[in-house]
């Protein structure tokens, strides 16, 4: 069972989703509330830690040590005016070390880089080093955003659409069709249909699939993975799965509506790269 503790907090012009979790303070909010959010979570709006800027297309991924300030210095930018959305996160003392800070924010930029998003970072951010224990608590904190990230199935896959915390709409198709073979999605489960046309995608060109998969554990952003996706609480996330000599891990705990969706998505992808 996954358990996360919500708070939501709100005013009368606007709601902020506040997620509190037993690692991290976890906020998602419109940008333009920016003012609203200084005066009704003071202590994260001074807090030190990770924030992401989203837009129609694009992704900025940033950390600082006053996060209110700086978003603050983000708004006041002409050239940050494709901003509507912010997501940021800290520990639960509100307060992350530099070397922490730049460990997790270049994670996140590498991470983010191959979505359809335009990634607006003009590098990978700082690399330094750090001592095994910060490794250890950076590597928690980033664990636990994207349980939330997971849990509330927020995508940023998608280079469009509404990012409340809600289930992603419904699939609307009554089939799939991948290399003239029909899909009726009545009959097979989207984890079972993802599974299949994997399958067929490898056998056409099993170099799509392998860049497919990230060099970590999957996630409901990026589905394929080379190691097993495993909450703190020791729930498993992923399950093995083996296109000949190649082993992959697929992150199931989404919704059939979820899986077709990422199906269709990747249908497109490979067609569009077919000669």
Known sequence: MRVIDITKT???????????????????????????????????????????????????????????????????????????????????????????????????????????????????GQKTSIFIQNKIKSDNILYAFFDVMDFFQIDLMQTSGDFSLSLKNSFRQKEITFNEEIYPITSKGGLDLYKEVLKKMYKIDPDFVKNRRINTKPSCNFTLGSKPSVMLNGTILSEEFQLDNDIFYIYNDLSDSSFYNIVAKLIDDFEKLSP
Request: glycine share 4%; no cysteine; aromatic share 12%.
């Open 10 to 124: 709100a005013s009368s012009n606007s709601t902020f989703d506040l997620i509190i979790t037993r690692d991290i303070n976890f906020l998602m909010f419109d940008f333009s509330d920016l003012s609203l959010f200084k005066k009704e979570i003071p202590e994260l709006y001074q807090a030190s830690g990770i924030y992401l800027l989203l837009g129609d297309n694009d992704l900025y991924i940033g950390q600082s040590q006053h996060l209110g300030r700086r978003l603050s210095q983000h708004q006041h930018n002409e050239n940050k005016n494709w901003i509507t959305r912010a997501i940021m996160f800290t520990n639960k003392e509100y307060l992350i070390g530099k070397d922490m800070l730049n460990y997790i924010e270049h994670f996140l930029i590498e991470h983010f880089k191959h979505t359809e998003r335009k990634l607006r970072n003009s590098d990978t």
